[in-house]
């Protein structure tokens, strides 16, 4: 589901952390980071910023549509949330997260 790489020498502790909080917060804390030029542009927090910000409106697209149906919707925001943070730890370690359909159509896009 995800592949490890090795850690980047460029990668801070400062690009870690907005990477763990662009996945926790999402989508809010991604959009700011396309605000800081000098963040924007940074190969580790592009990867994962633009990835985060694709999950982070999809989940919040699918707990709108089901929310109506009590006992799915707290289910799958419960998974979302578990899978969220494992992402945002990994980040976190300076790792890169492969999201399965999400990495790929952004990289197609050229975004990330």
Not at 43 to 55: C, D, E, G, R, S
Request: proline share 5%.
């Amino acid at each position: 589901m995800t592949e490890q790489y090795v850690q980047q020498p460029e990668v801070t502790s400062d690009d870690r952390l907005w990477a763990l909080l662009a996945y926790l917060l999402s989508p809010i804390v991604p959009v700011i980071i396309l605000l800081m030029e000098e963040k924007k542009n940074r190969p580790f927090l592009k990867a994962h910023n633009i990835q985060a910000l694709v999950w982070g409106v999809v989940g919040w697209a699918i707990s709108t549509l089901l929310a109506p149906v009590a006992f799915i919707g707290c289910i799958i925001g419960i998974v979302y949330l578990i899978i969220t943070i494992m992402w945002a730890l990994k980040a976190n370690k300076g790792e890169y997260v492969e999201i399965p359909v999400i990495t790929n159509f952004v990289k197609q896009q050229g975004w990330a």
